[in-house]
């Protein structure tokens, strides 16, 4: 009886440090106010990224959806979005790069984009999945000095919001690199083996900041 106890603690200690906690946005409704600030681990200065996400929202028809928003004073330096007709793109301040893609729905669904200023290489990634690659803003850099936000769309510096562009849904693991990841470390990222976190944002360990009506849940995984 002692040794099946002693087996039973030990597997149980086991299972329990391998729990991961996971926490998610959780956005319940269109509002002009609401919104996550990300504090980064280092200056948004970079010419290459790779920005992943979980992502699931009801949002249906004709409706821009703002995913991702930094802006410095002057300038959209990175936006990504799910645009009116269902595609996905992202800006570097300017005109952006657009992916017809499957529709963002309920179901949770894991997105990655990449972009390299060298050879101007941009793609998509939905469920490990790697969409056609684009030439886009070659030779670009994205500054630093800005502000990341997950929610909104600030037309000014963290102002202006359209209730009709904000996010409804739910958002978590969000990670960051300074760098285009191997499509193979996308892939085992999506089906949930241990890879690296971001460098710019580790959404493990990330600084979030709460405005307005957002609720942060955590879940065991």
């Known amino acids: 009886m002692r040794l099946q106890a002693a087996i039973f603690l030990i597997a149980t200690s086991g299972v329990l440090a391998g729990s ?15 919104y996550l600030e990300l504090v980064p681990l280092k200056p948004l200065s970079l010419s290459a990224f790779t920005l992943c996400m979980r992502v699931a929202t009801e949002l249906k028809g004709e409706r821009e959806v703002i995913l991702f928003a930094y802006r410095t004073r002057d300038f959209d330096e990175l936006n990504l979005w799910r645009e009116l007709d269902g595609r996905l793109a992202f800006y570097l301040s300017g005109e952006g790069v657009f992916f ?3 529709q963002l ?3 949770e669904t894991h997105l990655c984009a990449s972009w390299d200023s060298s050879s101007g290489a941009a793609t998509i990634f939905m469920d490990g999945k790697k969409s056609l690659t684009k030439i886009y803003k070659k030779g670009h850099s994205i500054r630093s000095g800005g502000t990341v936000i997950i929610g909104q769309d600030p037309d ?7 209730a009709n562009q904000s996010f409804v849904g739910e958002i978590s693991d969000v990670n960051m690199w300074d760098h285009v990841l191997p499509a193979s470390t996308i892939q085992d990222i999506y089906s949930g083996k241990r890879g690296p976190r971001g460098n710019v944002f580790d959404w493990e360990n990330i600084d979030l ?9 955590t879940y065991e995984l």
Not at 20 to 34: G, L, W
Not at 209 to 217: A, M, N
């Open 209 to 217: 900041k709460i405005r307005g009506s957002v609720d942060v849940v």
């Open 105 to 107: 729905g309920a179901l």
């Open 156 to 162: 000014t510096y963290l102002g202006d919001f359209d």
């Open 100 to 102: 017809d893609v499957p």
């Open 20 to 34: 991961v906690a996971i926490k998610s946005a959780v956005f319940q409704k269109e509002t002009s106010s609401s």
